[in-house]
C-alpha cells in the first residue's frame, strides 16, 4: 500500500476538491449519508481485487486518507457496472464518486507507479480530441509503447487477425467537422476552470 506523501495543506485541499466536486453531482451530497453497511462491497464483481472496497473508500476519505485512496488500485478496477449505485440504501452514486477519484488522480498524478488504466484514460481522451473517436490501432500502439513495448510484439499476432477481418484500421478516421468537437470541449474546460 503506498504511503501518504501529500503535505496536510495539500491533501486538505485535494480532500475539498473531492467534495466540491461530489456534491456538484446530482444528490452528490448524500455521500455524507453513508451508512458503512458495506452492501455495496458486497455487490462489487471486483471489490475481491482492490487495495480498498467502494465501502471502504468512503470510511478511507472520512480519515482524511483521501491520497491512499487514490494511490490504491481501487478506483482503476472499477468496471463502471453500477450495481453499488443502485443498491445503495443510501441513493450515493457510487459509481460517479470512483469516477471523480480517477479525474482526481490524474490531474494530481496521484495513482499508484505500476497502475497502466490511468496512462490508458489518458491517451484515449487525448485521441478522442483529436479525431472525435477512437483510433484503436493509435491508441493501443501508443499505450504499448509507454508501458510494455514487448507487449506490442505479443499482440501483433492478434492485430493482424482483426485487421485481416476488417476489425483495425491502420488509418485513423475523424469525425466530420472536428473542430466543432474541439470548440465544445474547450468551452467544457473553461467552465470547469471556473
Ligand atoms: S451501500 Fe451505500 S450506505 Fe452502504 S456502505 Fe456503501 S455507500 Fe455506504
Ligand atoms: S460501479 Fe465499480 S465500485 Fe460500483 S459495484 Fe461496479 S465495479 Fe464495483
Redesign the pocket.
Known amino acids: 500500500m503506498a504511503e501518504m506523501q501529500l503535505p496536510a495543506g495539500k491533501l486538505a485541499e485535494l480532500s475539498e476538491r473531492f467534495l466540491q466536486d461530489v456534491y456538484s453531482i446530482p444528490d452528490g451530497e448524500k ?1 455524507k ?9 458486497a ?1 462489487c464483481p471486483t471489490s475481491y481485487a482492490m487495495d480498498y472496497t ?2 471502504e473508500i ?1 470510511a478511507a476519505f472520512r480519515a482524511g486518507m483521501l491520497d491512499r485512496v487514490l494511490k490504491s488500485n481501487t478506483v482503476w478496477m472499477c468496471a463502471s457496472c453500477y450495481s ?1 449505485t443502485v ?6 452514486k ?1 459509481t460517479d464518486v470512483m469516477y471523480e477519484l480517477k479525474r482526481l488522480g490524474i490531474e494530481y498524478g496521484l495513482y499508484a507507479k505500476q497502475a497502466t488504466a490511468p496512462v490508458l484514460s489518458r491517451e484515449f481522451v487525448k485521441m478522442v480530441d483529436k479525431h472525435g473517436r477512437n483510433p484503436e490501432l493509435s491508441l493501443l500502439g501508443t499505450f504499448y509503447l509507454k508501458t510494455n513495448p514487448f507487449g506490442l510484439l505479443k499482440m501483433a499476432p492478434l492485430g493482424l487477425k482483426l485487421f485481416k477481418r476488417g476489425r483495425l484500421a491502420f488509418r485513423p478516421s475523424k469525425v466530420k467537422k472536428q473542430y466543432e468537437l474541439a470548440r465544445i470541449t474547450k468551452r467544457l474546460e473553461s467552465k470547469e476552470g471556473k
Open positions: 455521500i449519508l453513508c451508512l458503512q453497511c458495506g452492501t455495496c462491497s455487490s467502494p465501502r468512503i453499488c443498491r445503495c440504501p443510501a441513493g450515493i457510487l
